[in-house]
């Protein structure tokens, strides 16, 4: 299984701006895309932002031009900026990968760890 480590979170004053990296590592053939879910307390957990491999973002409406996402395929670590945080984005973040270990296996998916962010004064 490919594990996902994500940098860690933290407290974040209103206004401000936080960023996060997660590197997939293991036996992998192809990272078909990378993205963000965050999950607030008595919430689902919700798409943020995920990048395919091919260079198309998809960012949650609530989010856009709020926070960019990107990726460095070489390094199979994606990126997520979040700017002008609010307390409404206070979560956990969740990195997610879809991906492949093989040329011929099928698709499989990995989540990491998660980590707290919390925007409060």
């Known amino acids: 299984q490919v594990k996902l480590v994500e940098s860690v979170g933290g407290l974040v004053q209103p206004g401000g701006f936080m960023s996060f990296s997660c590197a997939a590592s293991g036996n992998i053939f192809k990272i078909d895309a990378m993205g963000w879910y965050c999950q607030a307390p008595g919430n689902q957990r919700e798409l943020v932002a995920r990048i395919p491999a091919v260079v198309r973002t998809i960012v949650a409406d609530s989010v856009l031009g709020q926070f960019t996402i990107s990726r460095n395929n070489a390094k199979n670590t994606v990126y997520l900026q979040m700017n002008r945080l609010k307390p409404e984005d206070t979560a956990v973040y969740y990195c997610?990968?879809?991906?492949?270990?093989?040329?011929?296996?099928?698709?499989?998916?990995?989540w990491g760890q998660g980590t707290q962010v919390t925007v409060s004064s």
């Open positions: 997610h990968a879809n991906y492949r270990q093989y040329s011929n296996s099928r698709g499989s998916e990995s």
